[in-house]
């Protein structure tokens, strides 16, 4: 059953032309699998470069994975896009915190990609009834409380566990890593919302 208003989904980096459209694009690709309709998945950078398409390497992660690269222009993070959000997953600490000084209210919605992903992790662990939602888009917008309720319970042992690393200008190896630290959140998050479907 399609959900009336998508559930929108913001990932936000830098220039908006490696991780952030990669998570975009793999995210929407997935949750069209899960629940066709019910999510619209977009990205921003903090400061995009704007109207590029997605980095070719980065392109090559989509496809990889089942997604499309085509068609995407990055496009400049703006306090607007930010309020039609309901939740935003930055690529680092340090774009939450460009995203909390751009609309401090946004707290309990936005967490870094990878930290969402153990939060699910908790959550998951902690539901005695992982039977599907009877209304996918209230627990989806129900979500984003929940997981800033466990924060405390996924924390990294180390900051940057928190981060995916910028691969922009460099080599196919910080590709590879941006990669292997992005794909297990993003399947996460996937997971989360296949059992809950």
């Known amino acids: 059953m399609e959900s009336p208003t998508p559930i929108r989904i913001l990932t936000v980096c830098t220039g908006n032309i490696c991780r952030s459209p990669v998570a975009e694009r793999l995210l929407q690709a997935g949750l069209d699998q899960v629940l066709p309709g019910a999510f619209q998945v977009r990205s921003a950078g903090t400061r995009a470069m704007v109207g590029d398409p997605i980095q070719p390497l980065s392109a090559d992660i989509v496809h990889l994975y089942g997604g499309t690269a085509g068609g995407f222009a990055a496009r400049q993070l703006t306090p607007k896009i930010l309020r039609e959000a309901d939740v935003v997953l930055t690529m680092t600490s340090m774009h939450r ?30 539901d005695d009834s992982p039977a599907p939602a009877a209304d996918m888009a209230a627990m989806w917008r129900e979500l984003p409380a ?50 809950r479907s």
């Open 146 to 195: 929940r997981a800033a309720s466990v924060r405390h319970l996924a924390m990294a042992e180390d900051a940057s566990d928190n981060d995916v690393v910028d691969p922009y200008g460099r080599g196919p190896e910080r590709y590879q890593q941006m990669e292997d630290e992005l794909a297990p959140a993003i399947l996460t998050i996937l997971r989360f919302a296949r059992r």
């Open 97 to 126: 915190g460009e995203v909390m000084q751009m609309d401090a209210s946004l707290l309990r919605r936005t967490f870094t990609i990878r930290e969402f992903a153990r939060m699910l992790e908790v959550l998951e662990k902690r």
